[in-house]
């Protein structure tokens, strides 16, 4: 659960990143021009952005699986 | 003992004399990581308004400036993924900073966890105190 809230936010601003991004792109052809080049490199970024935030919920419920280990060790070691 | 563990017994005894260099590090590195999540999400909340708004010209905040809306929003999409990756660069940052205070202390990095030497929460951390603490 706490993976979840912590990712949570994150998730949301980028999910709002990639949707900003999807109507820029269906909103060609670009006027300038020039605003492709810099669409191209938002998509570029924005990959990566989700990317990384993929990676981050997959390490925040690695983190949490751990620390509940720790925590039940703990637990059993010295009781509640 | 060969050069290389020589080598590696000087840098951690120069390590241990400095530990207050690096714990300082990790310091700056999860301030850093907090201001970049919150530039992240009210850049997040300034695009949303921004998205629903009427007009062919927006006012940009701090600049004072009238800019047409096809403009604003991919260079605020850029600010937003630029801080993002910043956010997700600091969590490597703090990771490797991390381990090295570890291994300099002599404890396994498991063993100590982040949120105990790390004096700077951000908004995240503290949506998880309720169950930290019950």
């Given amino acids: 659960m706490n993976a979840i809230v912590y990712s949570l936010p994150l998730t949301l601003a980028v999910t709002w990143m990639a949707s900003l991004w999807i109507e820029s792109v269906r909103a060609r052809p670009y006027q300038p021009a020039w605003l492709a080049v810099l669409h191209g490199i938002n998509g570029l970024l924005l990959l990566l952005t989700v990317v990384r935030t993929v990676a981050l919920w997959i390490e925040r419920v690695r983190t949490y699986r751990q620390e509940a280990r720790i925590l039940e060790q703990i637990r059993a070691e010295f009781g509640e | ?134």
């Fill in chain 2, 1 to 134: 003992m060969n050069r290389a563990d020589s080598r590696r017994k000087t840098a951690r005894e120069f390590q241990s004399e400095h530990i207050d260099w690096l714990y300082a590090r990790l310091q700056a590195i999860t301030r850093a990581q907090g201001r970049y999540l919150w530039l992240l999400l009210i850049g997040g909340l300034y695009t949303f308004a921004v998205h629903f708004s009427a007009g062919t010209t927006l006012k940009v905040p701090v600049l004072g400036l009238d800019v047409p809306r096809v403009l604003v929003e991919p260079f605020a999409l850029l600010f937003l993924c630029l801080m993002a990756l910043g956010f997700f660069g600091t969590f490597e940052a703090t990771s490797f900073q991390h381990r090295l205070i570890a291994f300099v202390v002599g404890m396994d990095w498991r063993q100590l966890p982040v949120h105990h030497i790390d004096q700077n929460e951000h908004i995240l951390d503290h949506l998880m105190l309720p169950r930290a603490s019950g």
